[in-house]
């Protein structure tokens, strides 16, 4: 890893962004999809749906799951 100008630079990371739009809905599974490219490769959907239902039976959890 090499340091430039306070910066790290590591070849072995690679930083992806994904979200959903303004209409989608954040509740419907098929939009998680858009959100999180990495379900069902590294992240199982079982989990999100877990942590989905939780949420839903406490809304404080709403900002965890968002």
Do not use: P, Q
């Amino acid at each position: 890893m090499d340091i430039i100008e306070g910066k790290k630079i590591e070849s072995t990371f690679y930083a992806v962004i994904c979200w959903i739009n303004d209409n989608d809905d954040w509740g419907l599974e098929k939009d998680w999809y858009k959100a999180n490219s990495a379900l069902e490769h590294t992240i199982d959907i079982e989990k999100v749906r877990n942590a989905y239902k939780s949420e839903r039976e406490n809304i404080a959890e709403e900002n965890i799951f968002t």
